[in-house]
Antibody
Framework: EVQVVESGGGLVQPGRSLRLSCAAA????????MHWVRQAPGKGLEWVSG????????GYADSVKGRFTISRDNAKNSLYLQMNSLRTEDTALYYC????????????WGQGALVTVSS | EIVLTQSPGTLSLSPGERATLSCRAS???????LAWYRQKPGQAPRLLIY???SRATGIPDRFSGSGSGTDFTLTISRLEPEDFAVYYC????????FGGGTKVEIK
């Protein structure tokens, strides 16, 4: 069974940093691109960042470029999101999602990690 | 950057009725890069349709997708109780873009 489980969320002050992790299981992790998608309270979905299977291709939304860094460790079946210079508008539920090759879509999602940026 | 506009914002229907949801792109996009998701309250999104018209694994045939160019449609032939939720379209280009969502609520 495919599973992706996020961790590392919490309450953080503006300007501080936080690192999210996503543990994957039930599929060959290093065969697939992975993404982070966030959802602010009561709002819609916003793509944050994506990384190819070998980390050779990485992309970011303009809203986080220069502040967030995505990475992966295929030996540990894990995806990460390093978030620096956090702002109140970064408050959201952060989902880790697996990309389905050739479908141009995200076929498995975790339950999310809540990040609250507040003083 | 492509913008996806979904309409209507809210759709009020009864169980058993047909739902038609629209997703319009700000410029023409490849159908193979257009997907639809359903998000129930308190849950993560679930992939319904990829490639504009192909159902994802385990998705019942009451869900169908169509369209090309700038106009795409998700149709639910007969609404079941679990279908009252929010639906998002998504385009995969140089980045991923989501529409603003359509909420299907019980009338």
């Amino acid at each position: 069974e495919v599973q992706v489980v996020e961790s590392g969320g919490g309450l953080v002050q503006p300007g501080r940093s936080l690192r999210l992790s996503c543990a994957a299981a039930g599929f060959t992790f290093d065969d697939y691109a992975m993404h982070w998608v966030r959802q602010a309270p009561g709002k819609g979905l916003e793509w944050v960042s994506g990384i190819s299977w070998n980390s050779g291709s990485i992309g970011y939304a303009d809203s986080v470029k220069g502040r967030f860094t995505i990475s992966r460790d295929n030996a540990k079946n894990s995806l990460y999101l390093q978030m620096n210079s956090l702002r109140t508008e970064d408050t959201a539920l952060y989902y880790c999602a697996k990309e389905r090759s050739g479908w141009w879509a995200l076929d498995y999602w975790g339950q999310g990690a809540l990040v609250t940026v507040s003083s | 950057e492509i913008v996806l506009t979904q309409s209507p914002g809210t759709l009020s229907l009864s169980p058993g009725e047909r739902a038609t949801l629209s997703c319009r792109a700000s410029q023409g996009v490849s159908s193979s890069h257009l997907a639809w998701y359903r998000q129930k309250p308190g849950q993560a999104p679930r992939l319904l349709i990829y490639g504009a018209s192909s159902r994802a694994t385990g998705i019942p045939d009451r869900f169908s997708g169509s369209g090309s160019g700038t106009d795409f449609t998700l149709t639910i032939s007969r609404l079941e109780p679990e279908d009252f939720a929010v639906y998002y379209c998504q385009h995969y280009g140089s980045s991923l873009t989501f529409g603003g969502g359509t909420k299907v609520e019980i009338k």
